[in-house]
């Protein structure tokens, strides 16, 4: 209305331009409320552009993210990088992790650097200058000790994510000793293991060596940083050797991709609640230490993280997926009516359809009506989250993006190629691919006939070449060939598409083995090997997808010898009517979880719930091959309704 009134009869009559050379004599002919509609007009235009909100200006076309370069197989390359040589390091005083705290150091001289709390008590914090401090006497205790300050010394690390354990990394960092990280989950034989392969010490807590203090001794780019021992579905687990330049180049990767929006800085503030031990969590890390951010650890309870994200308000989020749709689910539990339901999905709508354009705000008004809270309850200041380890759901980030008010990046990789190989375009809120190949690596897909997947129609195994991709497994020269070729390309496993836009889709698995949604690695095939020990069970189909958090199984009871086990249980009936009995499904699971515990299985390894088939898998209903091995794509899609069922009786 107001522009309308503005855009009156005599100001349109007047601006039917009259022959007069001198503009500024036609402007003064114009009558008084004409000037005065034009100097409103003029207003809101310019508050309008000022304040407006603006997309965010993407590093390269969103339709052209990576381009194949010559001589290399038809493997692709960035477009965010113009140099023909790949990104070995962002900063020319950062080539080492050591070199990385270092700059850090230099750049908030002694700001807060480690940050940790005990409950419902605020964040209190180590300085840059404490922690270096800490970290030369605990690496000075350990020469003490006999420790040597080279890269055939292995320190292990067994701690939750703490400022210890940061200490004890720079600690090693600082006298060129490498790090092996440990965690639970490997199980005790997988620990036992690992240092028995070369650990001479554990860290359970830092010791200080003031008496002692030795003068730093520091790595080469080149020099090993650490061993991360896969967690490994089958055998022994596999020490990925790490240099400091295959670190550096990784999240100088990173840098590269964001650095035009959303470059880290001193003011941002890390909660670091992933585990330590995995690369991922490393890595980003990493990025906040090189320019001198801060890192707040949770308090060791995952129940309490919402609590320290209110309390840390932290700016910079990683994630795995399995928390996303937690936050996901929680959020659609409160709107627990029809009507509130169809207001939050309505607001997502629109707050989508901006995101869709490339604007990222957290001030529209569907903010302020329907998701300020929920950015509160994250602290108000997130302004980044990376979610990798694990694909996450359409729905779920599509919504997520919306609703944080934040940006929200997506990443794929593997310990092997020290954490990312390829990240989200800035720009690029797409849902549906793992984004474009970082800058500091080439990715090229090569045939896998056996499974019909073929490079000449832009699908096949994903191969990973560059300076952020790992030097072999620690004495394991036969697995190391099995990744590692001749030419540098690791083999990841992951069956991958390119797509017209020149990004990345995961859409399978080489062999039968798959991530959970928070990065656990499953091989359903060892686990059925266990299960089919249970006396009643003929057969069955282990199930699990990279955005659930746990297995289900389809399983048959043995015609013959269920009926009689079934009776020794207390149970009557036909075979039909035992295989329709809630308490008899119930009394297999236990048996098949009795036998996974005895057999080592880990909880996450452990089927939640099962559904019962009365009919034998076999070659003529096509679950079968002529070998008897299972189908296993067939056998997802022939129980698809079985299987979402499971899943949605889990989720009740």
Known sequence: MLIEKMLSRDLLLSLQLPELDDLGQFIQSLPTSTLVGL?????????WFVARPRAIIPPCDLWHQSQEVEME????????????????YYHEDAKTMYEVFQRGLHITGDGPFLGSRLPSQ????????????????????LLSHGCQPNTDQFIGVFAQNRPEW???????????????????????????????TGLKYNLHMYALGREHCRKPVPPQPDDLSIVCFTSGTTGNPKGVMLTHGNVVADFGGFLKVTDKVIFPNQDDVLISFLPLAHMFERLIESAVICHG????????????????????????????????????????????????????NFAAKRKGAEVSRGVIRSDSIWDKIFFHKIQASLGGRLRMIITGAAPASLSVLGFLRAALGCQVY??????????????????????????????????????????NYFAAKREGEICVKGPNVFKGYLKDPVRTTEMLDADGWLHTGDIGKWLPNGTLRIIDRKKHIFKLAQGEYISPEKIENIYIRSEPVSQLYVHGDSLQSCLVGIVVPDPEVFPSWAQKKGFGGCFGELC???????????????????????????????????????????????????????????????????????SM
């Open 39 to 47: 100097g409103v007009l003029t207003t809101v235009l310019a508050y």
């Open 73 to 88: 197989d038809g493997a692709h390359k960035s477009m965010i990088s113009n140099s023909s040589k790949l990104l070995s």
């Open 122 to 141: 605020p964040y209190k914090w180590l300085s840059y200058k404490e922690v270096f401090s800490r970290a030369e006497h605990l690496g000075s205790g």
């Open 166 to 196: 940061i200490i004890s990394e720079l600690a090693c960092y600082t006298y060129s000793m490498v790090v092996v990280p440990l965690y639970d989950t490997l199980g005790p034989d997988a620990i036992r293991y690992i240092i028995n």
């Open 293 to 344: 951010g801060r890192i707040g650890f949770f308090q060791g309870d995952i129940h309490f993280l919402p609590d320290d994200m209110k309390t840390l308000r932290p700016t910079i989020f990683p994630v795995v997926p399995r928390l996303l749709n937690r936050m996901y689910d929680k959020i659609f539990s409160q709107a627990n009516t029809p009507l509130k339901c169809w207001l939050l």
């Open 410 to 451: 997506e990443a794929y990789g593997q310990k092997e190629c020290t954490a990312g190989c390829t990240f989200t375009t800035p720009g690029d809120w797409t849902s549906g691919h793992v984004g474009a190949p970082l800058p500091c690596n080439l990715i090229k897909l090569v045939d896998v006939a056996e499974k």
């Open 580 to 650: 329709d009995k809630k308490e008899v499904k119930k009394a297999i699971l236990d048996d098949m979880v009795r036998l996974g515990k005895a057999s080592g299985l880990h909880s996450f390894e452990q089927v939640k719930d099962i559904h019962i088939h009365k009919e034998m898998f076999s070659i003529q209903n096509g679950l079968l091959t002529p070998t008897l091995k299972a189908k296993r794509p067939e056998l997802k899609e022939y129980f698809k309704t079985e299987i979402e069922q499971l899943y949605s009786n889990i």
